[in-house]
């Protein structure tokens, strides 16, 4: 006891020693920005000689005397966005340090501020600008800004990023995952360019608990005095205005007359916050999301989650998805299973993802890459999951779409586990007390032949439980799903977090046959029986949407480095289990 209260305070002061990145600036795609997106010149270093080399400087040889070893501009290319490991036959297992370098002509502006911006970066990242560092990064799947104001140059610049997605023992995800590691500037590189004084974030969202009263923030970066900020939502008649305190901050609450946001009905509003001389507008949804005992309540109202979880690959091309279009295959897909709901693994997806899922009406769980066994007891990990879940949260915290944070998957219950995971759940909810706090968990207990128990300690700091579970797949026939009752040691909504059975798309056979569509067919309708007798169950997001690549699925002729648990193929062909969800999701919907 005296050791686990040890645990929670170190874990509390540290949890509190903030990431010494730039705050994240809001809503980048609405802001004045120059694309630095395209071919960037790229050394592979598997010994990371460029540190000690200083390929930062991206020298030259000036005589025919002197010693330079690298050469950026007589260098290969690699595109951006992107990972490396799809873009070249001889990188797909390539895990290790890459040098990007990008030159690009910039003409500064008067009382403007410019940031450099990175949509992700797998894995850590070393940024410098013209020969000077900006700064590092840890965390493969979310933003980072830096101030590039004092650096950049009227004229002639190069930006050159180390990106180095080594694995690591006590990173997060640590060296164990099924998903490939690609490596790289995997999503868009963008320069911002702001007024001196400028709005760096905000929050626009129905104040907890209530479907008319909006309430927020708006956070100005640069302000030396109270400063006016103006909140308008003109269709919906709103124009409100308020005064910042001394460190640039207001915060606001004030009645409003809004359409909700919801799958069947996913309005967004243009919503501009302006202050000074800066003014920036975003496609807002307003909507609810609370539980009451096991039921999870969109706007007030029951709601089951029709979901399906899915990993961020391109199809067809495989490699890293990042672009709009990635998205709309993806979520498409979705839709036509009959969703409204999608798990997004298990890192967070792009914005790209988000804001589609904002117009498209699917809701949204994301999820920080604490990933089965990670260094539990390390402060720098634990800082490094907080980060993580900060920068998740301080992106997307105006999704409409996005209803759970996850703070994540199948880890083994042990007490510096749960001490570490209670940790994250307090700063989630701390950061965002509008949104439901969930993780998936997959370590049941028998409690009688026929009966499953979820009876993990890390319930009780969730607001939704997660169950992944592979009945029928990792353990027993699919027809044992029949008779088998779930229990759960708290009175909280379950989603069914994960179940499903792998098939190569095209193979066929017995209904019993493993590796066929009819076994995994057979399996999801025997899961249906199962999860329709769970009275606790407000949702389900099957495993999962489209065969992805793993390191760890080997066997020749049917996994070949695939995950082949796709309801489609990595080529977008629909296997029979897809039909058996989409009819039951049709059924349910019919009757909601
Ligand atoms: C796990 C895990 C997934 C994995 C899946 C599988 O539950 O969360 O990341 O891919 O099972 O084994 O296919």
């Known amino acids: 006891m005296r050791r686990l209260i040890l645990l929670v305070v170190m874990f509390s002061w540290l949890g509190s020693l903030a990431a010494n990145l730039p705050a994240l600036i809001q809503n980048i795609p609405n802001r004045a920005t120059t694309s630095l997106d395209g071919p960037w010149q790229a050394i592979i270093d598997p010994y990371e000689t460029g540190l000690n080399a200083r390929f930062y400087l991206n020298a030259k040889a000036k005589d025919k005397h002197e010693l330079v070893e690298y050469d950026f501009d007589r260098s290969d290319a690699l595109n951006v966005p992107g990972d490396w490991n799809s873009q070249k036959k001889e990188l797909f297992f390539y895990e290790g340090p890459v040098w990007y370098k990008k030159s690009f002509s910039y003409h500064k502006r008067e009382h403007t501020r410019v940031f450099v911006y990175f949509g992700a970066a797998n894995y850590f990242t070393r940024v410098y600008l013209n020969g000077q560092a900006l700064g590092e990064h840890e965390g493969g799947f979310t933003p980072f800004n830096f101030e590039v104001t004092g650096q950049i140059r009227d004229g002639d610049n190069f930006l050159v990023a180390e990106v180095n997605n080594t694995r690591r023992r006590d990173a997060v995800p640590t060296v164990n ?75 606001f609450r004030f009645p409003a007359k809004l359409e909700l946001w919801s799958p069947n009905h996913p309005r967004l509003y243009d919503v501009s916050v302006s202050s000074g001389s800066d003014k920036v507008h975003d496609a807002i949804g307003f909507r609810t999301i609370e539980t009451r005992g096991t039921q999870i309540l969109l706007n007030g109202k029951p709601i089951f989650l029709r979901g399906i979880a899915m990993h961020e690959e391109a199809p067809v091309r495989g490699g890293r998805a990042f672009s709009p279009e990635d998205a709309q295959t993806l979520l498409g897909w979705a839709k036509e299973l009959g969703c409204n709901f999608v798990r997004l693994t298990h890192y967070p997806h792009s914005e790209n993802m988000t804001r589609l899922a904002d117009r498209m009406g699917l809701m949204v769980w994301s999820e920080i890459p604490v990933y089965w066994d990670i260094d539990w007891e390390n402060p720098a990990t634990l800082q490094n999951a907080e980060n993580q879940l900060r920068e998740m949260i301080a992106r997307d915290h105006n999704r409409a779409s996005v209803i759970l944070w996850s703070i994540s998957n199948e880890t083994p219950v042990k007490p510096a586990r749960t001490a570490f995971l209670r940790q994250l759940a307090e700063a989630a909810r701390q950061q965002d007390s509008t949104r439901l706090i969930t993780s998936a968990m997959n370590h049941v207990d028998e409690a009688g032949p026929d009966t499953r128990a979820l009876n993990d300690p890390l319930g009780e700091y969730l607001d939704v439980l997660g169950l992944n579970e592979y009945l029928g797949w990792y353990g027993g026939r699919p027809e044992d799903a029949d008779r088998m009752q779930w229990k759960f040691a708290w009175d909280k909504p379950v989603i069914v977090s994960e179940f499903g059975a792998g098939t190569p798309y095209g193979r066929h056979g017995d209904a019993d046959e493993r590796w066929t569509e009819e076994y995994q067919a057979s399996l999801y309708q025997h899961q249906i029986t199962m999860l329709k007798k769970i009275p606790a169950l407000a949702g389900m997001s099957p495993w999962v949407l489209m065969d992805f690549h793993s390191p760890r699925r080997l066997l020749p002729g049917t996994q070949d480095y695939f995950n082949r648990k796709g309801l489609v193929s990595n080529l977008g062909q629909h296997k029979q289990a897809f039909y058996v969800l989409q009819k039951f999701y049709q059924e349910m919907d019919s009757v909601q």
Do not use: C, H, M
Not at 195 to 224: H, K
């Open 177 to 251: 995952t099924d998903w490939w590691n690609y490596g790289g500037l995997t999503r868009d590189v963008t320069l911002a360019e702001v007024p001196e004084s400028f709005i760096q974030d905000y929050t626009v969202q129905l104040a907890r608990g209530s479907s008319n009263e909006i309430a927020g923030w708006v956070q100005l970066s640069g302000s030396t005095s109270a400063q006016k900020v103006t909140i308008e939502i003109p269709e919906a008649g709103i124009k409100q205005s308020f005064a910042t305190d001394a460190t640039g901050r207001a915060e």
